[in-house]
T-cell receptor, first 116, second 115 residues
């Protein structure tokens, strides 16, 4: 079965620190990859996605993620975090083809807390 | 902007009650999903629907059923609520089947407490 691993459950940073959140998935075929963010009290929203082309994708609010196929990874990065980045971040994967018809598999989430 | 509306933000029900959670989307999306979100467990798929009157079990369908009589509405039913179904329930929609790279659009969630 498809699985998505997020290595960090809770990350605490000071403002201006750099961020990297790890995400690994288990499926060996072609995948589409997503990062979603949930700010306190708000609904989940898309941060960025990868489905083909340049493995370095840029999202909203200065976030980027790099797809490394050989490592089955899709790590999220931001060079300088802000207090407003405090949120829970979810990595998600779907198969680009196959019998699961686009089911999205989510990781367990990483809570990011940024101190001002 | 796509709007996914869940009828209740907070709900408190008693053990054994039949519970209906409603979700409506306004963008003619074909695919709709129900997840539950629990701390440390992330999002787990309960049921999904690729189109009207279609439904598929997700990873944790036990104790739940769904109904999709109209394209815009996807209902989650707890046949007999139990305390272990206390959770945050998230509805999501997506444009169409096969749109694997299209993102999900989420509602604000319904926090259900079963006492």
């Amino acid at each position: 079965a498809q699985s998505v691993s997020q290595h960090n459950h809770h990350v605490i940073l000071s403002e201006a620190a750099s961020l990297e959140l790890g995400c690994n998935y288990s499926y060996g075929g072609t995948v589409n990859l997503f990062w979603y963010v949930q700010y306190p009290g708000q609904h989940l929203q898309l941060l960025l996605k990868y489905f083909s082309g340049d493995p370095l994708v840029k999202g909203i609010k200065g976030f980027e993620a790099e797809f490394i196929k050989s490592k089955f990874s899709f790590n999220l990065r931001k060079p300088s975090v802000q207090w407003s980045d405090t949120a829970e971040y979810f990595c998600a994967v779907t198969r680009a083809r196959g019998s699961t018809l686009g089911r999205l598999y989510f990781g367990r989430g990483t809570q990011l807390t940024v101190w001002p | 902007d796509v709007k996914v509306t869940q009828s209740s933000r907070y709900l408190v029900k008693r053990t054994g009650e039949k519970v209906f959670l409603e979700c409506v989307q306004d963008m003619d999306h074909e695919n709709m999903f129900w997840y539950r979100q629990d701390p440390g467990l992330g999002l787990r798929l309960i049921y999904f629907s690729y189109d009207v009157k279609m439904k598929e079990k997700g990873d944790i369908p036990e104790g739940y059923s769904v109904s999709r009589e109209k394209k815009e509405r996807f209902s989650l039913i707890l046949e007999s609520a139990s305390t272990n179904q206390t959770s945050m329930y998230l509805c999501a929609s997506r444009l169409r089947a096969g749109s694997y790279n299209s993102p999900l659009h989420f509602g604000n969630g319904t926090r259900l407490t079963v006492t």
